[in-house]
């Protein structure tokens, strides 16, 4: 019996796209690999500008999104594997987030609530 193996070993990104609700990939082999967004929570919860915002780490062995602190593998596009990270640990980083981000808002002096009288 014989096996299929895939070698990612010299596979690398040359392209990357994030939409609202997809990763894709295009690598140094040709291929196109999509993956859902909902696969990577901080991608899901990243504004287009954040999401917009990545390097390739590794020679494009990987791709790093610095504001998110997200990092994806090739090897895990190649081999379909959504993210690992725990429900407790992403609970942990959105509320990191949102403080900060409320933070920065009061710092500025400006809320992105509606005030109403009454």
Not at 93 to 118: A, F, M, P, V
Request: net charge negative; proline share 3%; aromatic share 6%.
């Amino acid at each position: 019996m014989t096996s299929s193996t895939v070698d990612i070993q010299h596979v690398r990104v040359t392209t990357l796209t994030v939409s609202d609700d997809l990763l894709t990939a295009e690598l140094s082999d040709g291929r196109t690999i999509s993956a859902p967004l909902s696969w990577y929570p901080r991608l899901c919860h990243g504004t287009a500008e954040e999401r917009e915002d990545w390097r390739l780490i590794g020679g494009g062995r990987g791709i790093h999104w610095q504001q998110l602190d997200e990092d994806v593998s090739v090897e895990n596009l190649v081999f379909g594997r959504p993210s690992t990270e725990s429900q407790t640990s992403l609970k942990r980083w959105l509320e990191t987030r949102n403080k900060g981000q409320n933070q920065s808002l009061d710092r500025s002096g400006r809320s992105g609530r509606i005030r109403t009288e009454g």
